[in-house]
């Protein structure tokens, strides 16, 4: 009962706490500008270099930019303990550990969907992109797991966040990556070997090969991707939250919580 | 009744290890605090003072669970504070000092729900909790605001209701009143000094040796580490050499004149402070009688504008303790 | 007159600063190569034939007109922080001109994109580097430099106004890279994006510099850069001017 409301409701506030885009002026450019000029953006690329259709970008690039809000969110809710100076705060509590830090995905998540959605309906409204009825639901179930798999990228990077200075550069560098390796905007297979290999290992390019798949017809590939997704995304989670404890039980080794 | 001991420390120490330099890195060690014992009873205000830099915040953060010490021991309500690490946390209350440390974009408010919520304040208790605490500290009127908008001495405020919120039965103060004005800063010592009377065990540390005065019963002033005298406040004045104190507010003093003045008998020391066109001179001395005629008779010639005699204050006694060991440089 | 001593100084500071800033590397380096590295790929594979040289110098531009963009914001942010902002208004010195020489330092800031997309593409995609006027190709690399860096000037009084100036670099990125015809030419979009690009900077710079390597005329577009130049330095006097007028009304600049 507490640890539910630990977090639920510490996620929550945690989120508005320390997700740095909160603000309406800084939150509309930020989370939908930036989404639909990046859609229009590779669509047009797409276009006039003639190697892929527009709902190949439109799709691609509307679950990467909820990968982007999920990967930056939960990079933020976690690092910026430091930035404010809570984090001993939070260490001196006796809150269970395991909810403290999961609980802090189901706000970013949510706020994957959205982007997501948002940038399924520029596509919409821009390039005429059209969802057949029966496939919205499996495509909504696609993007909510590669949401959450991503966030489990970003809180890798979160915790690296609580001892790394320069986190931000990391999560940027790690973005614009996604972009070239996840088949985002280039099917992977065209890849050099190993850029190919690199995408393989984030969750974010298995969420989308499964969204191409859920829209072309379900099938085993869609499974199968669907497996990789959650595998990675787990994995990235299990050792952000091993780093997390690792720092906790070194901080306390070495004095280190206030050391920014 | 034998009284309950509810924080106790045995032979503490503390060494960070850091390094410098960023081409040639150099380890270094800091020995922070080099065996510190005390024991603190329940209901008791307990005041950590000492120089910058002197192991107060390290000893705290020690207790708090929040470092691991190099070795010795600690206890706190029975628990230790390595082994039993959630019980502890879930019976202090730990507050900082300074203005980091809240979640600059949550009200005040919501600042005490987050941090009701990690210690597991049942739901509805939360408002009641975080109201009482809210007027405790006089913030009531302002806690919807954003904290980013609080001045120091109100983060400060909020700081200290944080540490309340889970109605601790101990806790710890590392400088609670810095940075707050001094109607504030009285209002802080009101508090504690009520908590305290309703039982709760306070573990405090300042820079005010008036406040440690006034509020704590016993009082370890430590110095590079140590404990160098523990005591009530009247045991720790009288650990000092000095048992008068005249103080001569006067002009036109020669070096001279000040050369003789140390050399009376029973003068321990001469201290000056330049004040606008005059001069303090503090005359520290061991014999209780008065030396006044003694040191008027010295200043003959100078031009007096006030002289008087007193007891040696708390402050006295400790920087005469602590320069006596040398400052500890703050690096 | 001017002062010439006033941007060399800060000029060199602020280079110095911003390209150790890791945010900086980011937006310099790192996003132009991968930028570029998207487009390699799919101008290679695409059904029509573009060079790849000419998305190169199309994605070293696009860091061009990132890092004048966010050196602008990231000017104007770090100064209100530390609070240098009032002494360069207060100075002797006209506000233009120190707020040029870091417009100034942040625009060359995407030469080292431009370098690092050619060589991306010569290394990793064996993309001949061949520039038949190379004279005209420096003076089309100076000239666009020192016209975004006028352009920046025009930015970051704007961003005097605004307080979320970074979150306004976010949303203004993408849109001027698809406006001046960087990677895509401006004809495949929407109709009144032409008369747009015309007013544009990078626009002109990216056309000298594809004619510069391709061997056409290099001298027109060269001009019009020129000209659009001229124009924001004299837009961004009177700007800047008027800014430190309202500054001194308003008794505060941290406010805006
Ligand atoms: N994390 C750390 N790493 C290395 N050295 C540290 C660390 N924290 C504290 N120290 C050093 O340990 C010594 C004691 O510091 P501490 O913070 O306990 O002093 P303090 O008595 O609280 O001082 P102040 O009155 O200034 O708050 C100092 O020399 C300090 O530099
Ligand atoms: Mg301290």
Redesign the interface.
């Known amino acids: 009962m507490?640890a539910a409301?630990?977090a639920v409701?510490?996620g929550v506030?945690?989120f508005?706490?320390?997700f740095n885009?909160?603000?309406p002026?800084?939150?509309l450019?930020?989370m939908l500008?930036?989404p639909l000029?990046?859609i229009?953006?590779f669509v047009?690329?797409?276009?006039?270099?003639?190697?892929h259709d527009d709902a190949f970008y439109i799709v691609g690039n509307a679950i990467a930019v909820s990968g982007m809000a999920s990967v930056f969110g939960m990079t933020m809710v976690i690092s910026n303990e430091r930035y404010?100076?809570?984090l001993?705060?939070?260490?001196?509590?006796?809150?269970a550990r395991i909810p403290?830090f999961f609980g802090r995905v189901i706000p970013v998540a949510f706020h994957g969907l959205l982007v997501s959605a948002f940038g399924f309906l520029t596509g919409a409204a821009l390039f005429g992109f059209r969802i057949p009825g029966l496939r919205l639901l499996p495509l909504a179930g696609v993007v909510g797991l590669t949401v959450v798999a991503s966030a489990g990228v970003g809180m890798f990077l979160g915790s690296l966040g609580l001892r790394v200075r320069?986190v931000?550069?990391v999560s940027?560098?790690a973005y614009?990556?996604m972009?070239?390796v996840s088949g985002v905007?280039?099917s992977t297979g065209?890849?050099a070997p190993w850029l190919e290999a690199l995408g393989q290992a984030l969750p974010l390019t298995h969420g989308i090969a499964a969204g191409r798949a859920v829209l072309s017809g379900p099938g085993t590939p869609v499974l199968r991707e669907l497996g990789w997704t959650a595998g990675l995304g787990t994995a990235y989670a299990l050792a952000a939250y091993a780093f997390f404890r690792l720092w906790e039980i070194e901080?306390?080794?070495?004095?280190s919580?206030d050391i920014y | 009744m034998t009284p309950q001991v509810a924080i106790e420390a045995h032979d503490l120490r503390r060494t960070y290890r850091t390094s410098t330099g960023t081409v040639r890195r150099r380890r270094i060690e800091i020995e922070a605090v080099r065996g510190i014992s005390f024991s603190v009873l329940t209901g008791q205000i307990f005041g950590i003072v000492g120089p910058n830099g002197a192991g107060k915040t390290t000893t705290i953060k020690m207790l708090t669970t929040l470092l691991q010490p190099t070795s010795g021991r600690a206890r706190v309500l029975g628990f230790d504070v390595v082994h039993d690490r959630q019980e502890v946390r879930r019976r202090i209350g730990y507050v900082v000092g300074g203005d980091r440390g809240l979640y600059d974009r949550l009200s005040g408010y919501d600042n005490l729900r987050y941090f009701a919520v990690l210690y597991g304040v049942p739901g509805g208790e939360q408002r009641r909790r975080i109201g009482s605490v809210l007027e405790l500290v006089g913030l009531e009127k302002r806690a919807s605001e954003r904290v980013e908008g609080y001045s120091r001495g109100m983060r400060q405020r909020l700081h200290v209701a944080r540490g309340l919120l889970h109605d601790p039965p101990v806790l710890f103060l590392d400088e609670p009143t810095i940075g707050v004005d001094p109607v504030g800063a009285r209002d802080i010592r009101q508090t504690v000094a009520a908590l305290a009377a309703a039982g709760k065990t306070v573990l405090l540390t300042t820079h005010s040796m008036i406040e440690a005065e006034t509020l704590c019963k016993r009082i370890a002033v430590i110095a590079q580490g140590r404990v160098v005298v523990a005591g009530s406040a009247a045991a720790i004045k009288d650990s000092g050499t000095a048992r008068a104190v005249t103080e001569i507010l006067a002009g036109d003093v020669s070096e001279a004149t000040l050369q003789r003045l140390r050399g009376l008998p029973g003068v321990l020391a001469v201290s000056t402070e330049v004040r606008d066109l005059t001069l303090m001179i503090r005359v520290q001395s061991t014999v209780s009688a008065d030396l006044t005629p003694a040191i008027l008779k010295q200043l003959n010639g100078a031009r007096i504008l006030n002289l008087s005699s007193r007891q040696p204050t708390l402050e006295d006694a400790y920087i005469e303790l602590v320069s006596d060991l040398g400052r500890v440089e703050p690096n | 007159m001017p002062p010439y001593g006033v941007i060399r100084a800060g000029w060199a500071l602020h280079l110095k600063s911003l390209s150790m800033s890791t945010f900086f590397v980011f937006v310099y380096l790192v996003m132009p190569v991968l930028l570029a590295a998207i487009a390699f790929y799919l101008f290679r594979n695409g059904a029509r034939h573009v060079s790849l040289f000419e998305g190169a110098l199309g994605t070293g531009m696009m860091g061009l007109w990132s890092t004048t963009l966010f050196g602008a914001g990231e000017a104007l942010t770090r100064a209100r922080r530390e609070g240098t902002l009032e002494l360069m208004v207060l100075a002797p010195t006209p506000l233009f001109y120190s707020v040029f020489a870091i417009t100034l330092a942040s625009a060359t800031l995407g030469l080292y994109s431009i370098a690092a997309t050619t060589l991306c593409a010569y290394l990793l995609f064996g993309v001949p580097i061949e520039i038949a006027q190379p004279g005209w190709f420096a003076a089309g690399l100076l000239v666009s430099v020192v016209s975004l860096g006028l352009l920046g000037v025009l930015l970051a009084s704007f961003f005097f106004l605004y307080r979320y100036a970074n979150a306004l670099t976010n949303l203004l990125e993408t849109p001027v890279w698809l406006l001046c015809g960087l990677l895509i030419p401006v004809a495949l979009l929407p109709g009144w994006s032409v008369p747009v690009s015309w007013i544009l900077a990078p626009t002109w710079g990216i056309e000298t510099l594809r004619a510069a390597a391709s061997g056409s005329d290099a001298v027109r577009p060269l001009l019009a850069e020129i000209g659009v130049g001229i124009a924001y330095l004299l837009l961004g006097l009177r700007v800047l001017g008027w800014v430190e007028r309202l500054a001194c009304v308003r008794a505060s600049l941290p406010l805006a």
């Open positions: 507490s409301r630990l409701t510490g506030l945690s508005r706490a320390l885009w909160m603000r002026g800084i939150y450019p930020t500008g930036v000029f990046q229009i953006l047009y690329l797409g276009r006039y270099s003639r190697l404010f100076g809570t001993a705060s939070v260490f001196a509590s006796p809150a403290l320069d931000y550069f940027n560098v614009v990556l972009l070239l905007n280039v065209l890849l901080g306390r080794r070495r004095g919580f």
